[in-house]
């Protein structure tokens, strides 16, 4: 066979990687659940090894496209996390059908109606997930198949039980090519409407490889992900996958002991964190002078981490511990990565006086480059888009991983992708610059920059000078009145222990560190918000866009 039919009849597909594992490694922990507890109150746990994981996908398989659920079924999965999760989507994978995955935390309209979008053509869910479709039927006029993951109601359909095929007949995986779709992730919708990206199977492929070389996983990893699809990697990288005991939509909320509980119990060596939940559980860790000596890293994503935040957390790791936080977006992730020990001995002090948040290097050498800031679509690349060395730019990547177009959405494709000689380079609406060791330092979104008649103020920079004063917990530059006229104003969110300090002496104090600097001289109002409005999966991202709405009422 000549090398262009070999390249023609490449088979790509993620649930492969899941079916190796099985052969390479049958008798090892797959996926471990938490599954009740018992009188004393001690946790139990049910885990499928590996092999029992690969049966179950393929009995699911069967039975799904018996069920009609097939190559290319757009098929909405509202499934908490589970064993059956894990088993379900790579069913799904194995199957060909598409996934459409919604994060249910932007309210259940959102979601809807993003679900509505990709006119789907099959249902799985949990049942109150079936409550809600049955309240809003006009959301899933074109869906021809219902499956129920637990009990069915008064609803009709399938259930799980009724899906899953007796025996352990191999299922043949679809012969899907490296760029047909896989799945539709709808971004979170925190920082404008949400969005479906379309992943192909070849996005997926290329995304387990950029995870597998930058972490460098040994054989006996155990990870606890508290962000449920980032936890899918794992099964497919050969790594134990265990589920938390947590509401994945409350990481701010989450019960520390419970995350504490699961890394002892398990011997966890890898944990995803948002930076909500690494801040409570590390407050409570360190007050109570708690140590996790199994951990070998954790990965905070999903918003920037602050240097306090890792290292209040990096008091309970042991000193060979380290924590990872990468950069990137549902469209393009993992792209850009640094580790703690750097964070905290080399950028944090230029992040307090306004250099930005230093996110590191290029992953892998993934292509990485800074264009000038605008507003208008940019069909095709050119190389004078670059920025100077040094100048705050719009962050953009190109790679395998980069996800080519958003789902019948030529409009925000057109924003976001840039053609480059035959590939797709992702403009990520985040601003930031390059320094001469080939670090990137995140300056905040694109659409959250403040345009005054004298010049654009940056989120992150300027935020920065308001933070290091020890009254804050946390501070949000907006702009307010007319585009490119905006009057910049900082939001000012106090820590709990101040909620009865002086207002007035306050303003004062953080007036004279504005105008201390050069960054943020031209601020000159300040307001008090009791609890920012942030985003529902990580608890982290503030919604800048409402506080504008807020401080301009404020203002009147």
């Known amino acids: 066979m000549n090398e262009a039919k070999s390249h023609t009849a490449e088979i790509v597909n993620v649930s492969t990687h899941l079916t190796r594992m099985a052969r390479e490694q049958p008798y090892k922990r797959a996926v471990v659940y938490p599954a009740g507890r018992d009188k004393n109150k001690r946790v139990t746990y049910a885990h499928l090894t590996f092999l029992q994981l690969e049966h179950e996908v393929d009995r699911l398989a069967h039975g799904l496209k018996q069920a009609g659920i097939t190559r290319q079924t757009r098929t909405v999965l509202m499934v908490r996390p589970s064993i059956e999760f894990f088993a379900l989507i790579f069913a799904i994978f194995k199957t060909g059908a ?5 994060d249910p935390g932007m309210g259940i309209r959102r979601m809807l109606s993003c679900y509505k979008s990709t006119r789907p053509e099959a249902f799985i869910g949990i049942p109150l997930a079936h409550v809600v479709r049955t309240l809003a039927p006009g959301f899933f ?23 899953r095929r007796p025996g352990r007949q191999p299922f043949q995986t679809a012969d899907t090519a490296r760029a047909e779709t896989a799945a539709i992730l709808f971004t979170t919708g925190s920082t404008g409407p949400a969005k479906g990206a379309l992943y192909t199977h070849g996005n997926f492929d290329a995304q387990l490889q950029q995870i597998k070389i930058h972490v460098n ?11 449920p699809l980032f936890a899918l990697f794992y099964p497919a990288l050969g790594v134990t996958a265990v589920i938390p005991d947590m509401d994945p939509t409350r990481p701010a909320l989450v019960n520390p ?28 860790g360190k007050k109570n002078a708690i140590k996790l000596p199994s951990l070998k890293r954790v990965i905070s994503a999903g918003a920037p981490v602050s240097p306090a935040n890792i290292e209040q957390f990096s008091a309970l790791l042991s000193e060979d511990a380290e924590i990872h936080t990468p950069y990137g977006a549902t469209e393009a992730v993992p792209i850009i990565s640094i580790r703690s020990k750097e964070i905290l001995t080399e950028t944090r002090d230029l992040s307090e006086i306004g250099y930005g948040i230093c996110v590191g290097r290029p992953i892998n050498n993934i292509d990485i480059q800074l264009i000038k800031i605008s507003d208008d679509p940019i069909d095709t690349w050119s190389d004078d888009l670059r920025v100077a060395p040094g100048e705050i730019g719009e962050i953009t990547v190109k790679g395998a991983l980069v996800s080519r177009e958003y789902y019948e959405d030529p409009q925000a494709t057109a924003l976001a992708k840039i053609k480059e000689n035959g590939e797709i380079r992702h403009r990520m609406g985040d601003l930031g610059w390059m320094d001469n060791n080939g670090r990137i330092w995140f300056c905040g979104r694109k659409s959250h920059r403040v345009i005054t008649a004298d010049g654009t103020l940056f989120t992150i920079p300027c935020e920065a000078i308001f933070n290091t004063h020890p009254a804050v917990f946390r501070s949000a530059l907006v702009g307010i009145g007319p585009r490119h006229q905006h009057k910049p104003v900082i939001c000012i969110e106090l820590a709990k222990s101040n909620a009865g300090i002086s207002k007035k002496d306050l303003i004062d104090e953080l007036l004279g560190l504005a105008a201390a600097n050069e960054l943020t001289r031209s601020i000159r109002t300040v307001l008090f918000h009791r609890s920012f409005p942030v985003d529902i999966r990580h608890n982290s991202k503030i919604f800048r866009d409402k506080l504008a709405v807020w401080a301009e009422t404020k203002l009147k």
């Open 98 to 102: 598409v996934p459409v995955v919604v």
């Open 141 to 163: 006029n074109t869906v021809k198949t219902w499956v129920t993951v637990g009990r069915r109601w008064f609803w009709g359909g399938l259930t799980l039980d009724q899906i």
């Open 217 to 227: 996983f040994a054989a006996d990893e155990i990870d606890l992900s508290t962000f």
């Open 257 to 284: 002991e419970r995350i504490i509980e699961a890394v002892n119990n398990q011997g966890i060596t890898n944990m995803f964190a948002s930076p909500a939940l690494l801040n409570r559980v590390g407050g409570y």
